[in-house]
């Protein structure tokens, strides 16, 4: 607050809630509109939390990658999540298998992504890509929460679905991870 003459440095700011948290908060905010930092939010590990609820995501996604694939954390660091992913999803797989509305709303939501870039960097306006990482990672866990991804005991699903199902949650992974880059903050692969 510049009226009551404290000061608050971006050393205290990332002191109190880390680099990420700090980042991302800085980089939400229109450079139009004043920061507003809610420290005790960006300390926390909930949904609530922008940065928590976004890296949650992409952590949830690379986990979905490394069930299906029958990897660990370990071999999926040592392998990278991009084999990982090409070893859960195979060659071929059929998107037109995506009928749930929730699938069409995340690949809507993907679709967005390449001229959200344009958008950010001709306006310089690297806010609205972290609205994007929210409301992306907001239509994954939707879909997550409606379309079952992966087989289990008792509730079985068509192995070309599956596949299908695992195309979105991999180019939802790579959507967020370069959005969560492009900010500066680290994309999880656990938490």
């Known amino acids: 607050s510049k009226r009551a003459g404290n ?40 949904n609530e939390n922008p940065v928590y609820y976004v890296q949650y995501a992409h952590a949830r996604t690379c986990s979905i990658l490394r069930k299906a ?15 990982v992913a090409s070893r859960a999803i195979g060659a071929e797989y059929d998107l037109g298998l995506l009928t749930d509305p929730t699938e069409a709303a995340l690949a809507r ?19 609205r890509l972290t609205h994007y990482a929210e409301e992306l990672a ?16 008792g509730r079985p699903v068509e192995e070309g679905l599956s596949r299908a199902r695992l195309a979105a949650v991999d180019a939802t992974r790579r959507v967020l991870a370069l959005s969560l880059t492009m ?5 999880l692969q656990t938490m």
């Open 69 to 83: 694939a029958g990897v660990s954390k370990e071999e999926a660091a040592e392998l990278g999540m991009d084999e």
């Open 138 to 153: 907001a239509a994954f866990h939707s879909f997550y929460a409606a379309c079952q991804v992966l087989p289990s005991e």
């Open 109 to 127: 939501k993907l679709s967005e992504f390449g001229g959200l870039i344009e958008s950010c960097a001709r306006d310089r306006a690297p806010f």
């Open 7 to 46: 000061v608050v440095t971006i050393d205290d700011l990332t002191d109190a809630i880390g680099v990420d948290a700090s980042r991302y908060s800085l980089a939400r905010t229109d450079y139009n509109s004043p920061v507003d930092i809610d420290l005790n939010l960006l300390a926390s590990h909930s």
């Open 183 to 187: 900010v500066g903050v680290a994309a």
